[in-house]
């Protein structure tokens, strides 16, 4: 049971270019999420999903896109990558009004 | 705009002490969770409380929560060196579709051998 997991950890853009990263989990989990976490701050919520082929904007959604075609996966895309999205990011799933399980985090730094 | 504050930013303590942290958020909500995050890694789910309850105990963990004054607090017993993380506290909010957390800016904990 490999809960939730992330590729990849650590990647390096320059500005302009595009990404995806990906966020796998194997607990049957309905809702999913895709934070950031700048330095010293705490995880503010990007998109999140309540089912495969649903997504929805969460508190701060510009510049990404994101994907749900299958229920373990969910995918965050960066069109056009600036520096201001250099960050951590985190991927969480739930079963509906449970506990968050949180991944192991993506390093993204934009140059 | 971040639903819960945690006061302090930072607290350093030794070890066998105990440690408080506490969280204040704005709105109606749910429950109330807190979590911990080693250096470097994702954060771990600790305990939850729910809207309608006031204290809950995990081990070394005391959580309360006063709904009244929209804030709640976090108390780690008899700390050890492996209690050196950030705590964060998060809200999922009445009413919130898809169970949105909000969390705060969190503690730095940081406990001397």
């Known amino acids: 049971n490999a809960g939730v997991t992330q590729t990849p950890k650590f990647r390096v853009l320059k500005t302009g270019q595009s990404m995806t990263l990906l966020c796998a989990q194997d607990m049957n989990h309905e809702y999913m999420y895709w934070y950031r976490q700048d330095p010293g701050m705490g995880l503010r919520l990007i998109h999140y999903?309540?089912?495969?082929?649903?997504?929805a904007k969460g508190e701060v959604p510009d510049g990404y896109n994101v994907s749900r075609l299958k229920k373990q996966n969910f995918l965050l895309g960066l069109e056009s990558a600036a520096p201001s999205q250099t960050s951590v990011y985190f991927c969480a799933s739930s079963y509906p009004e449970k506990t968050q399980y949180f991944g192991p985090g993506t390093r993204l730094l934009v140059l | 705009s971040q639903q819960g504050e945690e006061d302090p930013q930072a607290l350093s303590i030794q070890e066998g002490e105990n440690a408080t942290m506490n969280c204040s958020y704005k709105?109606?909500?749910?429950?109330l969770q807190w979590y911990r995050q080693n250096s470097g890694r994702g954060l771990v789910h600790l305990i939850l409380?729910?809207?309608?309850?006031r204290e809950k105990h995990s081990g070394r963990l005391r959580v309360t929560l006063d709904t009244s004054k929209k804030s709640s607090s976090l108390l780690i017993t008899a700390s050890r060196a492996a209690d050196t993380a950030s705590y964060f506290c998060a809200t999922d909010a009445y009413n919130n579709a898809g169970n949105m957390l909000t969390f705060g800016g969190g503690t730095r904990l940081m406990v001397k051998p």
């Open positions: 999903s309540v089912g495969e082929g649903t997504t």
């Open positions: 709105t109606s909500i749910n429950n």
């Open positions: 409380i729910r809207s309608n309850e």
